[in-house]
């Protein structure tokens, strides 16, 4: 079966700092797109983050990047300069033809 | 742009009845919509896809009876739960796609079902 694997079920990070959220993923797909979605608490998913699997290069989103290693399967989303805006829950997803595949997801909280 | 409403945001409804929830893409047009289910701090599930003007494909173990998914059109899907029971009560996510949007699927804001 398909899977996204979210190892970190909670994170923290101090105001202005910097954090990263990991993810692998399993599929025997060679062209997917990866995505990092946020759901504060108004439940509204909010796409954070979007990668096409053919391209080498990182995807950046102010201060939001990603670290993508196709190989190893790795897509992981580092926040910098950390707002309480943040805080939220994190779920990383794939392309399986037209669906996606979610991670479990990892509640990221923000300290002031 | 990519804007995907979903009606009502709540709703409350006794055992037995049935509910519709409505799934809207405001400035594109949806040639698949997909519904989700969300358990409290849960990842989505995926419950069914709906390609415009045919059939919903349900996931394994969704009744495709109880909960009756509508696509008639490029801008609506409609969640119908039949014969709710509280078991059903949950938060229920629709998202759309379109051909030119790189099978991105942007999301409704949810509706917040209470079956009681």
């Known amino acids: 079966a398909q899977t996204v694997t979210q190892s970190q079920p909670e994170m923290s990070v101090q105001e202005a700092e910097t954090v990263t959220l990991s993810c692998t993923y399993d599929t025997s797909e060679s062209d997917y797109y990866l995505f990092w979605y946020k759901q504060p608490p108004s439940r509204q998913m909010i796409l954070v983050i979007r990668?096409?699997?053919?391209?080498?290069q990182n995807a950046t989103e102010n201060r939001f990047s990603v670290n993508f290693q196709k190989a190893a399967k790795s897509f992981s989303l580092k926040i910098s300069d950390s707002q309480l805006g943040d805080a939220a829950m994190y779920f990383c997803a794939y392309t399986e033809g037209n669906k996606l595949v979610f991670g479990a997801g990892t509640i990221l909280r923000v300290k002031s | 742009g990519a804007v995907v409403s979903q009606h009502p945001s709540r709703v409350i409804c006794k055992s037995g009845t049935s509910v519709k929830i409505e799934c809207r893409s405001l400035?594109?047009?949806?040639?698949?919509m997909f519904w989700y289910r969300q358990f409290p701090k849960k990842s989505l599930m995926l419950m069914a896809t709906s390609n415009e003007g045919s059939k919903a494909t349900y996931e394994q173990g969704v009744e495709k009876d109880k909960f009756l998914i509508n696509h008639a059109s490029l801008t609506l899907s409609t969640l119908t739960v039949t014969s709710a029971h509280p078991e059903d009560s949950s938060f229920y996510i629709c998202?759309?796609?379109?051909?030119?949007?790189?099978?991105?699927?942007?999301f409704g804001p949810g509706t917040r079902l209470t079956v009681l």
């Open positions: 990668q096409e699997a053919y391209k080498q």
């Open positions: 400035d594109f047009q949806a040639t698949t």
């Open positions: 998202s759309a796609s379109g051909l030119a949007l790189y099978n991105e699927q942007f």
